[in-house]
């Protein structure tokens, strides 16, 4: 067969490009039997059957000779000589078939051993050329017969390293010694394949090697995983190298690591070497403080089989102290125990510093440097949670106020900046100094068991502050007010113990100022309203509010002939709240005025609804406090909600108590007049709780009277209340002013009533308030 092939350039074997004829097992035959045939034979491998033949034609030649050349009658002689011939033919058949049979045998066995192989088996010639191939060693090599490859330079398949490889191995196996290598080489179509090739020297009888046999496995598609494997290791490496984070797989003993990055350097300032050695040297760089912790995240993520972080510092044994994260998530096995632990480290020593800056930018005072309000607090609820005894002092600058606009702006607050600094100077090492805003301080002091101490404290803080005046600007003199709250006496959370403060605070102001003063019981009571007060500007906005209506009825028919309007706060906390708790917080704060204008916009507005609905004789009355009496805007108030509901004034009564008349009785008067002026009806509320009543009767003239219900309450047991009432009512008339009276609770209160000829009675006995949407379901008087 002609050989063309160049070394190493297998691809250029030319090819026949028939490669799909079916394989035949005579073909296999013909390999197999001529490694047979290599085989030499010795006299000692002859079976027993040749010996025996070998032995009985030689007796048949020798009784022949004998015959010829001795005295033994010839037919004696002639009979032995056949006898032999006859039995030595016997044996050779009886021989040549059972080494037939043999034959077939070997042959069958070494074709199915063939079949069974999955190499390319093929025999190599001393010079490298492959003498033959076996059936399936062509058909993988994609051959279209074993002849096509027959001849083919063997070593000429290999290439580069590979080649060196083959080469090597060639020789090795032709000085007598098994070999093997791993190389690629394509087949005849081309196609790169990868080989696991096993060199058998076959020797020649002579302690030489006559050819070599080679069994090759296609081992493309192991090698091609082994070298993906590689490429993905490499690719993780290199990563893991550059990125600067640790990543890590630690048994779940945290004994050892099964991996361990090269970040590690980095991270740890440890080797990736010296960890896998000493799987503990990276703990041992956490700072002592911190290591508890660490330890008892490392301990929950395999207890609680939940993945789990830590931040915590280590001393780097280069760059000092760093912060570092670590991540860790435990792997389970298919009974949910934890194998390992994986993870990453890393530092994050920029951001936590980052993060601890603007920690103290949102906890800090900027004009100051103290703790700002959000940090007292977080300090003031971390002792409560503690449950031990401290003290809260709240600090208020006396007049601070007039310094600022008389100082300036910049002035003042370099002011404030040298007081915060006298007052920190006053206080115990252990006391912290806050600055709430404006010209408030706050000092928390723990170990508040002994109050002495504790105005010892507020004592040297006034001494600072009396010191710190120049005595030649008495206007840059400063004094200061301080209250006093101590837990949980005053308080058991952050808001009440400052409100506690707050209000002892004012009460030192109250005292004269330049003092100091503990919260008390009644001060705890107070915070109530200092809540209210907080939410009462809002609630407006939000709806809160909402009118009842409470009906005044006629005393004989128990018509309704109006309905007082009052007003109910819906808290969002505290349900509702009564107009008795909360009306002197909205006089005190002067939110009266807003919320008064509300209510009586809100009534005149439901009243226009109802006389529509058909109750057209119905009126309203509304309460209006001495605060809004101050100001005379009330007036336009009502002009406007009259005129844009199209009511008559007469419709409305605006009910007025005494001691909102005796406020300031000039004023009172002059807003009084303007709404007479306009036809709204005037009635004297709470009539008879005041000192000075009858003189309303003639400054004021109002159309009615509310009897107070402290007089109704005791009508039925008490004469002189009797009297009392039956003269008012008597006086009443006389003037022309119509009387209510309220609270009627009984029976016996009505009747009282009705036969002293009081004009309207309102109590719970008739009507309880209730919402608007029930009033029209009341018997409301036909129009007259
Ligand atoms: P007031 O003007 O004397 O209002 C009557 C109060 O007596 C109402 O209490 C009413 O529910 C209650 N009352 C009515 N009948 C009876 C009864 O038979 N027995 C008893 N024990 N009480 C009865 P409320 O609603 O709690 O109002 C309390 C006070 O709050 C009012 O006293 C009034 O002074 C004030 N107020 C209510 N609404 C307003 C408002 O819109 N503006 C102003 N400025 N004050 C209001
Ligand atoms: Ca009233
Ligand atoms: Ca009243």
Redesign the pocket.
Known sequence: MSQTTRPGVPGAIPYPSDTARPRSPARNQGFLAFFLATRKRSIASLPLASIAQIFSAAAGAWALAWFALSSVSEEAAFCIGAGACVLTLLLGLRHARRELARANATAALARALLDANRECLKLIGPDGRMLRISEHGAEIMQASSPEQLAGANWLGFWSGDDARAARTAFDAAMSGSRASFVGACPTTAGVPKTWQSRLIPIDDGRGGVRDILCASLDVTQEAELAADLRAKELLMSEMEAHVGLCFYSYSADYSYFHHVSAGCASVFGIEAKVLRERPQAWVELVLPDDRPELLATMQRITQSKDGGRARYRIEHPVNGVRWIQSTGYPILDANGNVVRVVGISEDVTVEHERLAELDRLAFSDSLTGLANRGALVLKIEERCQRNAAFALMFIDLDRFKVLNDTLGHTAADRLLKSLSELIQAALPPDALLARLGGDEFAVLIDDAADKTRLARIAKDILAALARSGEPSRADAFVTASIGISVFPENGADHETLLTSADIAMYAAKKAGRNGFSFADANSTERIVDFKLERDLPAALANRQFL??Y?AIHEPRTLEVRSV?????WKHPTRGLV???VF?PI??ESGF?NE??AW?MDE?LRQLALWRHAGARSLGVS????SR?LRDEAIVEVVNDALHRYELPASSLEV?L?ESALMENPARAQRTLSALKALGVRIAI??FGTGYSSLRYLADFSPDTL?I??SF??RLQDDRATQSIVGGIIQMARALGVSVTA????QTVQLEFLRDAACDRV????????VAPEKVLGLSIAAPE
Do not use: C, M, W, Y
């Open positions: 009118l009842h409470q007082e309007a009052l007003i109910r009564s107009p008795g009306i909205l006089e009266i919320i008064g209510v009534a509304v309460n209006v406090s809004q009910e108590t509320d709470d509310k107070d219900r109704v309450a309220e609270g009627v609770e309102q109590g719970f006995l008739l009507s309880q308030p």
